[in-house]
Each structure stands twice: as C-alpha cells, then as structure tokens.
C-alpha cells in the first residue's frame, strides 16, 4: 500500500523559510519521479516542483523558481521541500505525490499524503 506522509509545514511571516519532508512506503521509491503539489482556494491543485529518479534533474514553477529545492534521499524514501523567501501568495495545503509512470516523467498520481498547512502572513 503506497502511503506519503507530508510534514513540516506551519506559519511564517513573509520572507521566512520552511522545509517540508515526505516519507514514503510501500513502494520503491528510487523507481519514480516525484513531486510537491499544493492545493490553493480558487485554483485547484497546482504542481510546484519535480525531481527525477536519480535526483539531479528538476524544475520549478516560475513563480517559486530560485526561491524553492526540490532534493530526495532515496536511502531514506524521504522528499524534500526547501523553501526561502516565502510570499503569501505561497499559502496552501502541500501534498507530495509520485509519478504515474514508473522510472518515466509523467503527471502525478492521485496518491497523495494527508498534506501539510504552509501559512505565510504577517
């Protein structure tokens, strides 16, 4: 059974920095792409970064480009997100997912964790 669990998250004012971890189970994790999504009121769910399986190929988009770091660690089945210089505009339940396709980059899948609350204001 795969399972994610998403932590990490909380408030910060504007300009402040949180790193957000997922832990995976129950799949091998080294075998996908995976991704930070993020689920803003209005909008829906939006993907924010990927990374490849081996972890040195990723890509943000543009609006947290330079701001955030996608990183894993496939000894420890863990996702990483790093992020600086948060805006309010970044407040939204972030969730980790994998990709559909196996070793492939490919959209998310409807795996997802119980998410993590990001709540940037002042």
């Known amino acids: 059974q795969v399972q994610l669990v998403e932590s990490g998250g909380g408030s910060v004012q504007p300009g402040g920095s949180l790193t957000l971890s997922c832990a995976a189970s129950g799949f091998t994790f080294s075998n996908y792409w995976m991704y930070w999504v993020r689920r803003v009121p209005g909008k829906g769910l939006e993907w924010v970064s990927y990374i490849n399986t081996e972890g040195d190929m990723a890509r943000y988009r543009d609006s947290v480009q330079g701001r955030f770091t996608i990183s894993r660690d496939n000894a420890k089945n863990t996702l990483y997100l790093q992020m600086n210089s948060l805006k309010p505009e970044d407040t939204a339940l972030y969730y980790c997912?994998?990709?559909?396709?196996?070793?492939?980059?490919?959209?998310?899948?409807?795996?997802w964790g119980q998410g993590t609350q990001v709540t940037v204001s002042s």
């Open positions: 997912s994998r990709a559909q396709i196996i070793r492939k980059f490919s959209d998310p899948s409807e795996h």
